[in-house]
């Protein structure tokens, strides 16, 4: 079966980085595109960023510039580097599976939780 697992996630101080990662089983991320959702207190989940079969990368505009989706088809991992991190920047991270322009898909992983202090 398909199973997605996030790491990465921590406390950090604003201006610091975090890198996260997606490691799946069961699927193929290269036939796939996939995206990193996050959800705050109170919130509800949104894209943060997401990236095609082909290489194409989209993002939410409050992240632009500061955190970059990429792939290892080779490990089966997604990533996201996560660079000037600010306080709002905390939730918990979430890789989804397969990923539609029109909406995220089936497959979730647990979550990794990303606190920003000020």
């Known amino acids: 079966q398909v199973q997605l697992v996030e790491s990465g996630g921590g406390l950090v101080q604003a201006g610091e980085s975090l890198r996260l990662s997606c490691v799946a089983s069961?699927?193929?991320?290269?036939?796939?595109?996939m995206g990193w959702y996050r959800q705050a207190p109170g919130k509800q989940r949104e894209l943060v960023a997401a990236i095609t079969s082909g290489g194409g990368t989209n993002y939410a505009d409050s992240v632009k510039g500061r955190f970059t989706i990429s792939r290892d088809n080779g490990k089966s991992t997604l990533y996201l580097q996560m660079n000037s991190l600010k306080p709002e920047d905390t939730a918990v991270y979430y890789c989804?599976?397969?990923?539609?322009?029109?909406?995220?898909?089936?497959?979730w992983g647990q979550g990794t939780q990303v606190i920003v202090s000020s």
């Open positions: 069961g699927f193929i991320i290269r036939l796939n595109a």
């Open positions: 989804n599976a397969p990923w539609r322009l029109s909406g995220p898909g089936g497959y």
